[in-house]
């Protein structure tokens, strides 16, 4: 036998190709039309459903050392996943700003997967997708030509790479080597902001207390009036403030903050203005939404996912920076191993890697790209905004009945409120009612605490609900309240 024959043998026999790739593309063909029932018949099952004791400890077996027939391994996934998932995809789902994909990014995923693509950088076409994505970004924020984009997990990683990057322009970019000996670093946000923004101080080393939660007023926004003062309290005291954090859809209730007046703080006090615009950003989609979100276009940053009001499948962050040389200063690390050549697939500087902390990223442009490809701007904008007027029919119905009241305004497509009830019961019993619906697989809201009160908190996020869909709900948890009740 040649060398050159012994070596494909040998390939063969480590090889995970299928032996034969007719019997795959059955099985293939196979999963995706029960892929593509189960989005198509999403109403037919229930939202969500608890997993059973037996199909949990399944998931605990030792590591298996030896391959199982690939339709065994398909029917565990239909019999013991599936049924389990988070529920999102189903219109009854309303508890956590999810969105709901789309048939269309599913097969972008699995487009993408088959490209097998490493978009941390280097000079290929995944590159090249991600880069249209930011200059599509640009149009819609009204960002300069300079400005750079990098697609990350979520705002939770975006949040905090904004923050490392205000850190780096109001410090310089020797931060990076010498560490913050002697700074007194402080940032501003809302105390209505979600939480990721206050994890990001802590996770760049300025510590949870370096974030200061400004209070905010009836209307959820930020107390612009008391921001000023403690950005003047810190001054005195011998702070640095460098960061304000304005929120484009607080995680409570979708309040937007003045985003202008933080815009024009931010210019006359010299500080980076940062926009949490995880779903709400988006709204700059829908001319209904648009005017709401006045002064979005003069952040210096904005973290967004299209995976929330985008419906692009998980996972899709992004996170886009004004001043791309801001962005670059702070994570650009040159190696030898990343040389950047002029020709090959070595070219193409710079890279992804450049904008982020990631050398291994998947190719999550490329259900973005189909995703806005195949709906087009306008028709996204109008999912948007029929979002908000779904919400607006849940407060209005949740008004025309007794026995529930409203606990904040609706801004865009969030609505918090309760079942009422005898004081001293009334949050335990809310929380019963959020428990109740979603092990009757009818719909999935979550809680949360407004004014200290424990609220109903449905979040219209999914592009398939439905005014009919809120109507289940509310007759649900009337049902329910009436039972516990009674």
Not at 117 to 124: L, P, S, Y
Not at 211 to 229: Q, V, Y
Request: proline letters at 5%; charged letters at 25%.
């Amino acid at each position: 036998m040649s060398d050159a024959v012994r070596a494909g043998a040998n390939a063969g026999a480590t090889s995970l190709d299928p032996d034969n790739w007719d019997a795959l593309r059955a099985d293939a063909h196979r999963m995706l039309d029960d892929m593509l029932d189960y989005i198509a018949d999403v109403r037919d099952r229930p939202v969500w459903q608890p997993i059973p004791p037996a199909v949990r400890a399944g998931f605990a077996e030792p590591l298996p050392r030896q391959g199982t027939p690939l339709p065994e391994v398909y029917r565990r996934f239909t019999e013991e996943i599936a049924p389990y998932a988070t529920g999102n995809v189903h219109p009854g789902f309303m508890g956590w700003v999810h969105g709901g994909g789309t048939a269309v990014g599913m097969l972008a995923e699995m487009l993408a997967a088959g490209l097998n693509a490493n978009c941390g950088g280097r000079d290929h076409i995944g590159i090249e997708v991600e880069r249209q994505i930011v200059r599509w970004l640009r149009e819609l924020f009204g960002f300069p030509q300079t400005a750079s984009g990098v697609f990350v997990t979520g705002s939770s990683m975006a949040n905090f790479m904004a923050l490392l990057v205000a850190r780096t322009a109001a410090v310089g970019p020797q931060v990076r080597e010498g560490g913050l000996p002697g700074e007194r670093l402080t940032a501003y946000a809302s105390a209505a902001a979600h939480g990721c923004v206050v994890q990001a101080a802590d996770l760049a080393g300025l510590g949870r207390g370096a974030l200061r939660r400004i209070p905010f007023g009836k209307d959820h926004r930020i107390d612009i009036d008391a921001l000023k003062r403690r950005i003047a309290e810190d001054r005195a005291a011998g702070c640095q403030p460098f960061l304000v954090t304005g929120s484009a859809g607080t995680v409570d209730v979708g309040a937007i903050d003045d985003l202008a007046a933080l815009a024009e703080l931010c210019r006359d006090e010299g500080l980076w203005f940062h926009v949490d615009g995880a779903y709400g950003s988006l709204g700059m989609l829908s001319d209904e939404i648009a005017p709401k979100l006045k002064g979005l276009s003069e952040a210096d940053s904005i973290a967004l996912d299209f995976h929330k009001w985008g419906q692009v499948n998980y996972d899709a962050g992004f996170l886009i920076v004004r001043d791309g040389e801001q962005h670059r200063d702070t994570f650009a690390a040159p190696a030898a191993y990343l040389r950047r050549e002029t020709r090959g697939l070595a070219g193409g500087s710079p890279w992804p890697c450049d904008y982020g902390p990631d050398l291994s990223r998947g190719f999550r442009a490329l259900k973005t790209w189909f995703t806005l490809k195949t709906f087009g701007a306008d028709r996204m904008g109008a999912m948007i905004a029929q979002t908000c007027k779904v919400a607006r029919y849940l407060e209005a119905r949740v008004e025309r009945e007794p026995q529930l009241e409203m606990l904040a305004p609706v801004t865009l497509n969030i609505v918090c409120f309760r079942y009422r009830a005898a004081p001293n019961v009334m949050d335990s019993l809310n929380a019963e009612i959020v428990v109740d619906l979603h092990e009757s697989g009818i719909a999935v809201p979550s809680s949360t605490t407004i004014d200290g009160a424990l609220a109903i908190r449905a979040a219209i996020v999914n592009h398939r609900t439905t005014f009919a869909d809120v109507d289940k709900m509310v007759d649900a948890v009337l049902r329910f309240g009436k039972a516990r009740v009674g």
